[in-house]
T-cell receptor, first 108, second 112 residues
Framework: EDQVTQSPEALRLQEGESSSLNCSYT??????LFWYRQDPGKGPEFLFT???AGEEKEKERLKATLTKKESFLHITAPKPEDSATYLC?????????FGTGTRLQVFP | DAGVIQSPRHEVTEMGQEVTLRCKPI?????LFWYRQTMMRGLELLIY????????DSGMPEDRFSAKMPNASFSTLKIQPSEPRDSAVYFC??????????FGSGTRLTVV
């Protein structure tokens, strides 16, 4: 069965304290791994797509990496405005299968 | 483009009533997805369409749920009759080919 697991469920960081979020997956026929950010009361907002092991993408303080079994979202020197829920999803055939997310809180 | 547009933003209804959620996808996108999000189960795919044709409805929880896409610019998700356990946030998303899904702002449904 196709499965996506994210850890930790919640993460509290001090402003400037770097950390990583994990997304592990078990799927047949991966057609891309996606990272989204979701703010309260809003729909998920697309961040990155990764397609093959070894691939990396960066955007401001965020960097996503991919191996054959997991992906990491590295957050460098986070700011309070990075507080959100981060969702990982894998595309299998035409549809996305989502993990349950990591709720990140960054305190000043 | 205004993005994916959903209506209403909030819906409160009584158990047993019919509820219709609406979605306008991004122009030119050929896939449309309906998701449901709850604290317990996270974001779940209910059904998706490709070029207005339903492809996979295996996520639709019961026969009380139905979805239509009469044309490329409009889709509905209907629940009849509604039950309290249907309370959730329902998202519509669209995409072109294998690209990332672009989500709407969601409809928060409360069934009392």
């Amino acid at each position: 069965e196709d499965q996506v697991t994210q850890s930790p469920e919640a993460l509290r960081l001090q402003e400037g304290e770097s950390s990583s979020l994990n997304c592990s997956y078990t799927v047949s026929g991966l057609r891309g791994l996606f990272w989204y950010r979701q703010d309260p009361g809003k729909g998920p907002e697309f961040l990155f797509t990764l397609y093959s092991a070894g691939e990396e993408k960066e955007k401001e303080r965020l960097k996503a990496t991919l191996t054959k079994k997991e992906s990491f979202l590295h957050i460098t020197a986070p700011k309070p405005e990075d507080s959100a829920t981060y969702l990982c999803a894998v595309r299998v055939t035409d549809k996305l299968i989502f993990g349950t997310g990591t709720r990140l809180q960054v305190f000043p | 483009d205004a993005g994916v547009i959903q209506s209403p933003r909030h819906e409160v209804t009584e158990m047993g009533q019919e509820v219709t959620l609406r979605c306008k996808p991004i122009s030119g996108h050929d896939y449309l997805f309906w998701y449901r999000q709850t604290m317990m189960r996270g974001l779940e795919l209910l059904i998706y369409f490709n070029n207005n044709v339903p492809i996979d409805d295996s996520g639709m929880p019961e026969d009380r749920f139905s979805a239509k896409m009469p044309n490329a610019s409009f889709s509905t998700l209907k629940i009849q009759p509604s039950e309290p356990r249907d309370s959730a946030v329902y998202f519509c998303a669209s995409t072109l080919g294998g690209g990332p899904d672009t989500f709407g702002s969601g409809t928060r449904l409360t069934v009392v």
